[in-house]
Structure formats: C-alpha cells, structure tokens
C-alpha cells in the first residue's frame, strides 16, 4: 500500500511544477512581485494590525494563474477586465500587461496595505494607468461599478469563498459582463472538498459547494468546470434560443463582431507596400483573411507581407504595375493559384500631382488618370470576373475627400477628377453586379498622414489643413482599419455603390 500511497503522492505533487515548466514564464517584472509576494512577512504585518487578515503565502496566486486570466483575456480579446480580489497584484499585473494599451484592469481589494503593497510595481511595470484598485467590500464595489455603467470581458472570482454566490448574482443580474465575455472563478474544485467532505465541516467547500450547484442550474448560461489547480469554473452566457429572430439571436447566429470576421476570406489590395494599404493589409489579415499585398514596387510588397507572416496572417507579396490590363489579370490569376481563391480586392494603388490647372502638363494628366482610374477599373475588371463566376465578392475602391470638394490650397485638378471618376465607376459596379453576388463600395479619406503627402508641394500645408478640419487633426491610417474590415466583411451585404467617407468632418466646412 505504502509504495501505491508514494506513487499517487509524486504524481500529484509533481503537477504544479511540471505546469510551471511547460508554460511560458510570466514578464520578469511579474516573477519578481511574485517572489517578493512570497517573501513578504505576512504575519508580522498582521500582528502589527497593518492587515484586517492574516494573509497566508499560498494567497499568492503563482505564476499560472495569471498566465491562465491574462491568455483568456487575450483569447477574448478583452479590453476590461474585473478581478475580485486581488491580493498583491501578480494576477492583475500579467492582466495588465496582456491588455491593450487603453484597456482597463479593475481589481476589487478589501485590504488598504494590499494597494499600497502592489501599485508601486504597477508603476514600475508602466501599467499603472491599465489598473483600477478599488478599496472596500467586493459586494458594494460591485454595486458602484454597476451604477457608474461599467462592463466587463472577462471577470475573475477569487475572493472570499462565503461570497461567491452573491458577487456572481451581482455580475449576472446587473450585466456588468458583456454578452459575449465570460466569469472565470477559482477555487471551485477546493482540492476536492467540493464533492468529499470526508465528514468534516467545511463553511468554505460548503459554500462554494452552493455556488456550484446555483450556478449549475442558472438556465443564463453554460458551465465549464476544470480541474486546474484548485479547480476553475469557466461561466458563459447561453446564446439565445432558436425561436427568437434574428435581430435577438444575431444574423444566422452570428454576433455583430462575428460577422466583421474575414476567416477563410482571401483579398488583394493594391498600393499594399506601404501608407493606407499597407494598414488595410495588416486590418483584412487581423480580421482572418489571407492577404495578398500587390505592388509595382516589389521591396515593400515583401515587406509588409513578411510583417504580415511575422503575426501569423496568411501573406504573399505581387509585384505589379495595375496600370496594364495584362499585369491586373496576371496579379489576380496569381492570388487565386496561390492563396485558392479571391472574395476581397482593395483597389487602393494611386498617385498625386499638384499642379494648378492651366500648367498641367498633358503628362501628369495621363499618369495621374493612368493608375487612379485607368488602372483601378482594369482591377475590378480583372478580379470582377473572377468573383461572377463564383457569384461572391467584396470591391472595395480607394477615392478620396477630393471626390467630394476640391481640396485646398493645393491644386490637383487631375487628382481631384481621376477619384470623382473612381466613384462613379464604383457605382456603376455597384449597380451592374448587384444582382450577382457583388459588392462594389468606395473610400474616400480626408488627408492621411502618408509619404503621398510629403510632397514639396504638400508638406508645408499640413498646418493650413488642420485649421480646415474640425476634429483639429489629420488621419492616421490606423483610422480607416475598422471601415475596410467592415466594406470587405459580410456585415456590410447591403452596402454597394456607396462612398464612405472618412475625414474628421473636412467636408462639413
Ligand atoms: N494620403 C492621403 O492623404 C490620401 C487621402 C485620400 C486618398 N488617398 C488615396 O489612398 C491611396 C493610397 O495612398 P497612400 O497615401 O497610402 O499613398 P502612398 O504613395 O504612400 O502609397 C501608394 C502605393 O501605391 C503603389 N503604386 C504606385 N503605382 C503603382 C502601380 N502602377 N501599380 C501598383 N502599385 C503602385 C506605390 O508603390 C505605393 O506603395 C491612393 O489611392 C491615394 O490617392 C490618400
């Protein structure tokens, strides 16, 4: 029997460990707050009366904990995250640091010393502006949040056990969980005291034992009970049931962030070396299409497709000059052989010149018409062939502000007509292959902030713009990302013929 008892012993004993050493270790800056938690003379702090409770060294939630919150918060890719309970912050800290830059940890703390005890290490992780302690019961913490409106992705119970049930009551009835996120709890297996007393009394097993059991039979969501460490509950809402409609269940049950997702999809998008379609490329491929980035110049074409292989998108570079009707059908034979497919193209290649219009040269006309408008119709020309036959597709042209007013002080008459051009063959695309499974949008930015408008003629008229923008800024190309993935995606199927326009307001003055 003793041999059998030491067996199971090492077995057991050697999980945690063994977890540990196949995971990824947290940040440097979490590892050192966890020793220093670790450390920490707990009971003379309590003596002391600088703790309300004596705080034990297993409190501290260890390096996989946080790992365990900071990977689901990614997997969700949440922004606001609620932590009941947070002891020193190494949870916190590994949430923070997986967040983005203007997400929020807001972490539920009884004890005064605690915040004290973890914010300089928010600060010296640069985090702290990420991170939210509020002092005070967790059950009336919850309430404020609740009034002030707060939401959350993700929310991790691993506070007081007793209060389990009525912190969770809280989160579901006051919906301070966002429809598509998720409660995560700890210590819901408690080694095992959950489900064998072993004929001792237990307030705590007994308790979440309850909680269990409630949650269980709450018909608002679905349970997923594991055994990791001392047991985590994962808690999401049910989606809603078929005999609702579509605007309750989301169209063929998808939410409205799903139907923004590109998975599967395949696009082209021309001029895709560098400035707007380079951030168009990276935008598609975030939103799960593969990209094919097309380029008459074949150094930043690789570039930014290899930028793109370098975070996982499914990328190749096409070097092409898309003002030859040959090179457009070679471009799109090339993406549909070696990426099996083509759904999206963005036709967003162009050129400015700025000249006033009694010196324009005939040449400057010719290029400018040439790429702008010659070369974006043999483009959807091309890939609209191709995506008629398969009677899906997204076209997605880049026009400009400049389709809308004339811009100015520059003068750019050729510019200004080639993109009034583009929407006009946008819809006339529209219209001819409504009927046929195709979309045909356009774009049309106010002044971006790209090398097209570093020109000698441009540059030193940044300042004189702002004064004509109401938001007081010119855009970044991050700005138009959210747009393209919505023209290219299937949330946008009744869209067609349409110029969106994204300028900050330039075209209200
Ligand atoms: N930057 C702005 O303020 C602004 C505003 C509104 C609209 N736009 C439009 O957005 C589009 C992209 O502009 P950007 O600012 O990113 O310009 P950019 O000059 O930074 O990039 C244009 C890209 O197109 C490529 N290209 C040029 N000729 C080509 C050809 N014949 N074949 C294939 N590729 C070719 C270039 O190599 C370059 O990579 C253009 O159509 C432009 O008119 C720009």
Redesign the pocket.
């Known amino acids: 029997m003793r041999p059998l008892v030491e067996h199971a012993y090492k077995l057991a004993s050697g999980l945690d460990p063994y977890l540990d050493a196949i995971s990824t270790p947290p940040s440097q800056i979490c590892q050192d707050l966890i020793e220093a938690s670790l450390r920490h003379p707990w009971a003379d702090e309590h003596k002391q009366g600088r703790t309300q409770f004596l705080q034990k060294r297993e409190c501290c939630a260890g390096a996989l904990e946080g790992r365990f919150i900071a990977t689901l918060a990614k997997l969700n890719n949440a922004k606001t995250v609620l932590e009941v309970g947070m002891f020193t912050g190494t949870t916190t800290l590994a949430v923070a640091q997986a967040l983005p830059d203007d997400g929020k940890v807001v972490a539920c703390e009884i004890e005064e010393f605690m915040r004290d005890f973890s914010q300089p290490w928010f600060e010296r992780a640069g985090v702290a502006d990420k991170v939210d302690v509020r002092l005070g019961p967790a059950s009336e913490t919850l309430d404020t949040l609740a009034a002030e409106g707060k939401r959350f992705d993700l929310a991790f119970l691993d506070a007081d056990k007793t209060g389990y049930l009525s912190y969770y009551k809280k989160l579901m009835d006051h919906n301070l969980i966002v429809p598509s996120g998720a409660i995560i709890v700890d210590n819901s297996l408690m080694k095992g005291r959950t489900y064998y007393s072993g004929g001792v009394k237990d307030e705590m097993a007994d308790a979440i034992r309850d909680f269990n059991e409630y949650v269980r039979q709450d018909s608002r969501v679905d349970v997923l009970a594991l055994p990791f460490r001392d047991g985590v509950t994962i808690i999401t809402r049910r989606p809603q049931s078929g005999e609702q409609d579509e605007v309750a269940t989301g169209a063929a049950h998808n939410n409205v962030l799903q139907r923004m997702k590109l998975n599967n999809k395949v696009a082209l998008i021309?001029?895709?070396?560098?400035?707007?379609?380079r951030a168009f490329a990276h935008a598609l491929g975030e939103a799960g299409a593969a990209v094919a980035v097309?380029?008459?110049?074949a150094k930043?074409a690789q570039a930014t497709a290899e930028e793109l292989n370098g975070k996982g998108i499914r990328s190749i570079a096409v070097t092409?000059?898309?003002?030859k009707a040959k090179e457009c059908q070679r471009m799109v034979d090339t993406v549909v052989s070696e990426l099996g497919g083509l759904d999206i193209a963005v036709n967003?290649?162009?050129?400015?010149f700025n000249n006033a219009a009694e010196d324009t040269p005939e040449s400057e006309w010719d290029m400018t018409f040439n790429?702008?408008t010659k070369?974006l119709f043999l483009c959807c020309q091309a890939e609209g062939k191709h995506m008629l036959q398969q009677g899906y597709g997204r076209i997605i042209n880049?026009?400009?502000?400049?389709s809308l007013l004339v811009p100015h002080p520059q003068k750019q008459i050729a510019?200004n007509a080639s993109?009034a051009a583009v929407v006009k063959i946008t819809e006339t695309l529209g219209a001819e292959w409504a009927d046929r499974g195709l979309t045909v949008n356009c774009m049309?930015?106010?002044?971006?902030n790209?090398?097209?408008?570093q020109s000698d003629a441009l540059k030193p008229l940044a300042k004189e713009w702002i004064t004509q923008i109401p938001m007081g800024r010119l855009a970044e190309v991050t700005d138009l990302e959210a747009a393209i993935v919505f023209m290219a995606s299937d949330a946008s199927s009744f869209m067609t013929g349409h110029n969106l326009a994204l300028t900050g307001g330039h075209t209200l003055w």
């Open positions: 021309t001029g895709g070396g560098q400035g707007i379609g097309v380029d008459i110049n930043t092409a000059d898309i003002t967003n290649a162009g050129i400015n790429l702008n070369g880049t026009a400009s502000m400049a510019y993109k049309s930015p106010g002044i971006v790209t090398a097209l408008i």
